[in-house]
């Protein structure tokens, strides 16, 4: 069975996610059209794949594309906002990228309800994280989850939380937010959606915590997950390189992104959750 998929956003995510699919990576899935408001940022997409796949700045003909079965969304939070309850309501199933959208509770529960009524699916990649499933796994037992995410400045600029830090000259590590999930993805909306990740998974955005560490000498995107509970405690430590033309987005991410469709789009053996 071929997953005929749409792309919702066609910046530099949007577009590796365009090639993948596009050079036959994906077995079982097959590129059908791209959305974005910017239509040369579509049209750019477009020219590198096939005349076969349609591109529209007009979201709802983008969403009556005839025989699609998935959208990916690689836009924003925002876009989130706007677009999925539609998606989910046109019983199509939704890959979202932008978990950071889910930190409101309440628009959560509305979008799952959608998905709930319509029978799609609502799919969230891990992305710059590793140990979601042990989180998962355990998430009953769990007493306290902590996310130390490191970045170099330039992987900050333009964060509300940053704004009083642009003109710092940092010459080592430097705490520049501590807070819970919730209050992490308002601050650095394109810098922590895997704080909002690891919450779901586990105990929820008010009750996971969050330190966000400026550092010029980081190795890359940095994350660190502490997690205890009943069944005792874990540690990850995961050095990601920033994706070449977007410094705030780990090209772990999208990795995760490719791998999940994969699984997605799959019928051989599941290893791990």
Same mark, same amino acid.
């Given at each position: 069975?071929?997953?005929?998929?749409?792309?919702?956003?066609?910046?530099?995510?949007?577009?590796?996610?365009?090639?993948?699919?596009?050079?036959?990576?994906?077995?079982?899935?097959?590129?059908?059209?791209?959305?974005?408001?910017?239509?040369?940022?579509?049209? =750019?997409?477009?020219?590198? !794949?096939?005349?076969?796949?349609?591109?529209?700045?007009?979201?709802?003909?983008?969403?009556?594309?005839?025989?699609?079965?998935?959208?990916?969304?690689?836009?924003?939070?925002?876009?989130?906002?706007?677009?999925?309850?539609?998606?989910?309501?046109?019983?199509?199933?939704?890959?979202?990228?932008?978990?950071?959208?889910?930190?409101?509770?309440?628009?959560? *529960?509305?979008?799952?309800?959608?998905?709930?009524?319509?029978?799609?699916?609502?799919?969230? #990649?891990?992305?710059?994280?590793?140990?979601?499933?042990?989180?998962?796994?355990?998430? =009953?037992?769990?007493?306290?989850?902590?996310?130390?995410?490191?970045?170099?400045?330039?992987?900050?600029?333009?964060?509300?939380?940053?704004?009083?830090?642009?003109?710092?000259?940092?010459?080592?590590?430097?705490?520049?937010?501590?807070?819970?999930?919730?209050? +992490?993805?308002?601050?650095?909306?394109?810098?922590?959606?895997?704080?909002?990740?690891?919450?779901?998974?586990?105990?929820?955005?008010?009750?996971?915590?969050?330190?966000?560490? +400026?550092?010029?000498?980081? #190795?890359?995107?940095? =994350?660190?997950?502490?997690? *205890?509970?009943?069944?005792?405690?874990?540690?990850?430590?995961?050095?990601?390189?920033? =994706?070449?033309?977007?410094?705030? !987005?780990?090209?772990?991410?999208?990795?995760?992104?490719?791998?999940?469709?994969?699984?997605?789009?799959?019928?051989?053996?599941?290893?791990?959750?």
């Amino acid at each position: 069975m071929i997953t005929r998929v749409g792309i919702l956003g066609c910046g530099a995510i949007g577009m590796e996610m365009a090639m993948v699919i596009s050079r036959g990576d994906i077995d079982g899935a097959t590129l059908v059209s791209l959305y974005d408001q910017d239509a040369k940022k579509a049209t =750019h997409i477009q020219e590198k !794949t096939s005349d076969t796949v349609w591109y529209y700045s007009n979201f709802q003909e983008f969403l009556s594309t005839e025989g699609m079965d998935l959208v990916i969304e690689c836009a924003s939070p925002q876009a989130v906002r706007l677009f999925a309850p539609e998606i989910l309501q046109a019983r199509l199933n939704l890959l979202m990228l932008s978990s950071g959208s889910l930190a409101d509770a309440e628009f959560f *529960r509305k979008i799952s309800k959608i998905a709930e009524e319509n029978g799609s699916q609502l799919i969230v #990649p891990s992305g710059a994280l590793g140990g979601v499933d042990a989180i998962r796994a355990v998430r =009953h037992l769990l007493k306290e989850v902590v996310l130390t995410t490191t970045k170099p400045p330039k992987g900050l600029m333009g964060a509300p939380g940053f704004k009083e830090w642009e003109s710092v000259e940092f010459t080592g590590p430097q705490v520049i937010f501590e807070g819970n999930a919730l209050q +992490a993805i308002q601050e650095f909306p394109a810098n922590v959606n895997v704080g909002v990740t690891l919450s779901l998974a586990g105990i929820g955005p008010e009750r996971t915590k969050v330190k966000v560490v +400026a550092d010029p000498k980081a #190795p890359g995107n940095v =994350h660190e997950i502490f997690a *205890r509970g009943d069944f005792g405690s874990f540690r990850f430590r995961l050095e990601n390189k920033p =994706h070449i033309t977007n410094p705030r !987005t780990s090209y772990l991410a999208i990795l995760s992104a490719i791998e999940t469709l994969r699984s997605i789009c799959g019928t051989g053996p599941r290893i791990g959750t």
